[in-house]
Nanobody, 124 residues
Framework: QVQLVESGGGLVQPGGSLRLSCTTS????????IGWFRQAPGKEREGISCINSITYYSDSVKGRFTISKDNAKNTVYLQMNALKPEDTAVYYC????????????????????WGPGTQVTVSS
């Protein structure tokens, strides 16, 4: 049974940092690409990063967020630095049905397994 569970969200001040974790089970992490998405109230779900053997970032987080993974721990991380109020959202990790992130890594329809999400709030 494929499962993904996010953790590490919370309340942080602008300029602060958080590290999100995506703990996976039911499949071999090294065989699949994993993406991070976020959804703010009233907005569409936004793809922000993806990892297989290389990494991808959206312009909105490039230079501030870093995606990484530990295959032995079946966990993908999202280190978020220099957080801004506009980063406030529910953050989700998701698994593609392929090893490759590809140029369409931000497309929600390319992922077939999702975690329940973790709330990140950036506010003073």
């Amino acid at each position: 049974q494929v499962q993904l569970v996010e953790s590490g969200g919370g309340l942080v001040q602008p300029g602060g940092s958080l590290r999100l974790s995506c703990t996976t089970s039911g499949f071999a992490l090294y065989d699949y690409a994993i993406g991070w998405f976020r959804q703010a109230p009233g907005k569409e779900r936004e793809g922000i990063s993806c990892i297989n053997s290389i990494t991808y970032y959206s312009d909105s987080v490039k230079g501030r967020f870093t995606i990484s993974k530990d295959n032995a721990k079946n966990t993908v991380y999202l280190q978020m630095n220099a957080l801004k109020p506009e980063d406030t959202a529910v953050y989700y990790c998701a698994r593609r049905n392929t090893y490759y992130c590809s140029t369409d890594y931000r497309s929600v329809s390319e992922y077939n397994y999702w975690g329940p999400g973790t709330q990140v709030t950036v506010s003073s």
